[in-house]
């Protein structure tokens, strides 16, 4: 499976943004999708995951309320819409995948995508 994830930048505190995940070369419904980030000296950590349907999701407890992530089997696609950022949500941000639910171990994803740096700034 290829990840590649997109929609990255820089936005001022309290901003949007709006992260893309494509994924080619398998079966896209047979994944649970997840998002996770990685800051500068620090280790990468779970931020969301959504299940093969769609029906369920999980967030880490400081991007609760603000973030959503969502999928569309149809087009081997998941987001993660990023509201009411802050500066700690500042890191480069790696979508993964895995046929399990629910890995919150960045090292139970087998296939992951380069990542998009988002940058917030106070």
């Known amino acids: 499976v290829q990840l590649q994830a997109s929609g990255g930048g820089q936005v001022q505190a309290g901003g949007s943004l709006r992260l893309s995940c494509a994924a080619s070369g398998g079966i896209f419904r047979n994944y649970v999708m997840g998002w996770f980030r990685q800051a500068p000296g620090k280790e990468r950590e779970f931020v969301a995951a959504?299940?093969?349907?769609?029906?369920?999701?999980a967030y880490q407890d400081s991007v609760k309320g603000r973030f959503t992530i969502s999928r569309d089997n149809t087009m081997s696609t998941v987001s993660l819409r990023m509201n009411s950022l802050k500066p700690d949500d500042t890191a480069v941000y790696y979508c993964a995948c895995d046929p399990r639910w629910l890995m919150r171990d960045p090292g139970a994803y087998d296939y992951w995508g380069r990542g998009t740096q988002v940058t917030v700034s106070s």
């Open positions: 959504i299940n093969w349907s769609g029906s369920n999701t």
